[in-house]
Nanobody, 117 residues
Framework: QVQLVESGGGLVPPGGSLRLSCAGS????????VGWYRQAAGRQRELVAF???????NLSDSVKDRFTISRVKSKNAIYLQMNSLKPQHTDVYFC???????????WGQGTQVTVSP
């Protein structure tokens, strides 16, 4: 079964850091564009960052000064390093592997990030 499995979420105080992981199971993440999204309850998912198969990265303006996205090919995984976190970064974070058709894109199950004293 094809799966994307996120991990690394949790509760951190403001100013803290987290490293989210997105690991591929029975799917190769190394050749495709993979993105990280965030979603608050009742709101649409918002693209935070992505990395292409060639390794080009892009981060949204709201996080580019504190988040980085990277790939470790040997682990078939994508990472989102989140530094200097603020309460407004609290959300569920999802990873997604883009395919040629949006209906075929693969999503992970999400990981909760909570930034609170």
């Amino acid at each position: 079964q094809v799966q994307l499995v996120e991990s690394g979420g949790g509760l951190v105080p403001p100013g803290g850091s987290l490293r989210l992981s997105c690991a591929g199971s029975r799917i190769n993440l190394n050749l495709n564009t993979v993105g990280w999204y965030r979603q608050a309850a009742g709101r649409q998912r918002e693209l935070v960052a992505f990395i292409t198969g060639a390794g080009r990265t892009n981060l949204s303006d709201s996080v580019k000064d504190r988040f980085t996205i990277s790939r470790v090919k040997s682990k078939n995984a994508i990472y989102l390093q989140m530094n200097s976190l603020k309460p407004q970064h609290t959300d569920v974070y999802f990873c997604k592997m883009f395919t040629r058709a949006p209906q075929d894109d693969h999503w992970g199950q999400g990981t909760q990030v909570t930034v609170s004293p």
